[in-house]
């Protein structure tokens, strides 16, 4: 896996957000899904199609995580302002700078795989360090974690 490295404008996404763990990360996701996916379209300024999977670590290292290690976990999309915020909707600002994108395209169950490999092998070859800045995954309009083959983009922050 070859990343590009892409200097990130700030990122406004509009969405909900949960306080999850690695224990309860798949049942909080796809709750957090099934709360806003029918309400995306309520969301006026978007900017472009895709879907946000959002990771807020205090502070990442890797070495010290466990299964009970919190984060907050957000699902929503990106959006040009936030003029006009629906109801029970929440803002979130990720600040510029350099993210590390690697494209997947496997089975869902091959993400974790992937995720491992950027972090205990890419990263520490690299000329590059973490940023604590969020986590986050884009997923196309049409992204189903069901679908036997998913694609998607893995944005790791970087400095």
């Known amino acids: 896996m070859t990343p590009k490295i892409i200097q990130s404008k700030a990122i406004l996404i509009v969405g909900l ?3 999850l763990t690695f224990m309860t990360n798949a049942q909080g996701t796809a709750n957090l899904a099934r709360q806003f996916m029918p309400r995306r379209h ?4 978007r900017v472009g199609t ?5 990771q807020m670590y205090d502070e990442f290292n890797l070495k010290d995580m466990t299964p009970h290690t919190e984060y907050v ?16 909707l929440e803002t979130l600002t990720i600040k510029e700078g350099n993210y ?6 496997g089975k869902p169950e091959g993400f974790l795989e992937a995720w491992q490999f950027i972090h205990t092998n890419w990263l ?11 986590h986050f995954e884009k997923l196309p309009e049409d992204y189903y974690p069901s679908n036997p083959i998913t694609e998607e983009e893995i944005w790791v922050p970087i400095k």
Do not use: H, M
């Not at 976990?73 to 915020?85: A, N, Y």
């Not at 000329?127 to 800045?133: F, K, Q």
């Open 42 to 45: 309520e969301v006026l300024n």
């Open 17 to 19: 957000k949960d306080n």
């Open 50 to 54: 895709q879907k946000f999977s959002i």
């Open 100 to 105: 590390a994108v690697f494209n997947y395209k």
């Open 73 to 88: 976990k957000w699902v929503g999309v990106e959006v040009s302002s936030f003029e006009t915020i629906p109801e029970g």
């Open 124 to 134: 520490p070859n690299s000329e590059y360090v973490l940023d604590n800045r969020p």
